[in-house]
């Protein structure tokens, strides 16, 4: 017992000193004001509840986004949620605390507390579930930081919220407009005082976005006080959490596609003026990556946490891009992100992405995996060559299993994994990587790097990739170690089937036929792919057995249509 506790002190030490004071300082205010609060709510959520809440504007701000009808399917007449992959029944008396969402990381319970969903149903039901979340969630309510009154979740909700009144307010009895506006008051009252400064990063840009909509759906001087703190907020975060190249700082796509729509929605409620515009261009920067991040079958790359269907498709974003500024981009033959660390090539129906950066920003790793030089293929229309994605966030052996090197198109030693990973979200050691040679051929790129993730080994892992959107040619070298077991991984997309033939192996699809030529030794696992949360799926996992380190390694995959 006392090895595991120090196990994990030495672990939190590792992450921690990456971790930047003054977001330190941030988790330890909340941290008392939550233990505060929660002893003695009853006496003070009663004045917060009470206010009154500002004037409306006389002309509220509409949605941009079209209504996501996917968060509910129907079952015998009964609405089913989706809440993060789990399906979730949704009953006229809905229990807004189950047992069976009071786990792990809570996210499935957040999500029931988000309400995205509501867009899904008719104006009565919105009615219904509004005025009974507001029934039964007072603040400061024991645990209230972790879901209902979640300042995450919260951002979310107040957004939903207005979008719905804008919308339905007509249908709507003149007492339940007042308790909801009450409520939204009280929510982005609260929201001030509960920033997510702890966090940073995409937690941020959606507090962020809920004072700029509190600021311009009311009117009178609190709503203008919301709309100052948001727009300070968002000077603030713009520069370093979007690259100069466009990609936005945590280099995941689907984090990257959701950031860059609630962006969006906080450009379309804003004021003229210099912050506005400054936010014009960086919307311009940020919808080439999603262009150049959309694999032929019209869903984004699966780098990092996220997942296909994680956020809005790229399709309805470059959608609402075309609506505020102009003609969406064209997806790249060619692109070279250097600061996120991606490159690829397209050609038709053929994509090609591979990772050469940093995991994450050193201090908040929470999405990033172990994936440094894996890349993603997709042939002649479908994805043969897959990102492992993301089962679930709560932590355990599927999260583990999600964020590891060996779920990754990459090389492992001995086993181990690039990053230090533990817990759900946290990294001790990662992975310093280098970009060596970059050079543009006839037909796509080649590029070269080093990482030193397994530096605790005595060893630098270098590749060489020459990539094409039909071919793809792979050169490693592992420089130092001591005899240690060296392995190249390939995970194949569910839809594909392997066989070898003749010293080749060949990899099947539907529709496009790759052959693999290696040296190495290769032997087939079992593995998974997890394209959405709760979404898990078997498939086939190549093995090429590199000798011990220090050692070398290739293999040339050729593509061509069945």
Not at 27 to 42: E, H
Not at 209 to 214: H, I, T, V
Not at 422 to 438: Q, S
Request: aromatic share 10%.
């Amino acid at each position: 017992m006392i090895g595991k506790r120090a196990g994990r002190l030495v672990l939190f030490s590792r992450s921690v000193r990456h971790t930047r004071v003054r977001q330190l300082m941030a988790r330890s205010r909340l941290l008392l004001k939550r233990k505060f609060l929660a002893s003695t709510g009853g006496i003070l959520s009663g004045p917060f509840a009470r206010r009154a809440p500002p004037p409306l504007q006389t002309d509220l701000p509409a949605p941009l986004f079209s209504p996501r009808q996917h968060l509910i399917h129907w079952e015998e007449e009964m609405p089913v949620l989706d809440l993060a992959g789990r399906a979730w029944p949704l009953s006229d008396q809905i229990e807004w605390h189950p047992d069976e969402l009071e786990m792990g990381t809570r996210l499935e319970k957040l999500h029931l507390h988000y309400m995205e969903y509501l867009e899904a149903l008719d104006d009565f039901a919105v009615q219904h579930f509004i005025g009974d979340w507001i029934d039964f969630n007072p603040p400061y309510r024991r645990g209230y930081w972790l879901d209902n009154w979640n300042s995450y979740a919260l951002s979310i909700r107040c957004v939903v919220w207005m979008q719905q009144f804008q919308s339905r307010q007509a249908q709507w009895t003149p007492e339940f407009r007042s308790k909801l506006l009450g409520s939204l008051a009280a929510q982005l009252r609260f929201l001030t005082a509960n920033l997510e400064e702890d966090i940073r990063g995409n937690h941020i840009i959606k507090n962020i976005k809920a004072l700029l909509w509190g600021g311009r759906f009311f009117a009178g001087a609190e709503a203008a006080s919301w709309t100052h703190l948001g727009e300070q907020l968002l000077q603030r975060e713009l520069p370093e959490q979007v690259f100069k190249d466009g990609f936005h700082f945590e280099r995941s796509p689907a984090y990257h596609i959701q950031v860059f729509a609630d962006l969006s929605e906080c450009y379309s409620v804003m004021r003229a003026g210099l912050l506005r515009e400054r936010l014009s261009s960086i919307l311009d920067r940020m919808a080439q990556p999603i262009a150049d991040h959309t694999h032929p079958d019209g869903l984004p790359s699966l780098f990092n946490d996220g997942g296909l269907h994680m956020t809005y498709s790229p399709a309805e974003c470059l959608r609402v891009f075309s609506i505020l500024r102009g003609p969406p981009p064209n997806a790249q033959t060619i692109f070279a992100y250097e600061d996120a660390g991606y490159y690829g090539t397209r050609d038709g129906d053929s994509l090609a992405i591979v990772d050469c950066g940093a995991i994450a920003p050193d201090f908040l790793p929470a999405h990033g995996h172990g994936d440094v030089f894996a890349f993603e293929w997709s042939y002649h229309g479908e994805r043969l060559i897959v990102d492992a994605g993301v089962y679930e966030y709560h932590a355990g052996e599927w999260r583990d299993y999600s964020r590891s090197t060996r779920a990754h198109n990459t090389v492992t030693v001995a086993g181990e994994d690039q990053a230090e990973f533990w817990g759900a979200f946290r990294v001790g050691r990662r992975p310093r990587v280098l970009r060596e040679h970059y050079e543009i051929t006839r037909n796509g790129f080649v590029l070269e790097g080093a990482h030193d993730g397994y530096r605790h080994l005595g060893i630098i892992h270098r590749r060489r990739l020459d990539v094409a959107p039909m071919r793809i040619s792979v050169c490693d070298r592992i420089e130092g170690g001591r005899g240690q077991e060296v392995t190249a991984r390939l995970l194949l997309h569910p839809n594909c089937q392997v066989r070898e033939d003749a010293g080749r192996w060949v990899i099947r699809g539907r529709t496009a036929e790759v052959g693999l030529t290696t040296s190495a030794s290769v032997r087939i696992e079992r593995a998974w792919w997890m394209s959405d949360f709760g979404v898990r799926e078997e498939t086939l996992q190549l093995i090429l057995q590199y000798p011990p380190a220090p050692c070398a390694g290739h293999f040339l995959l050729e593509g061509r249509a069945r």
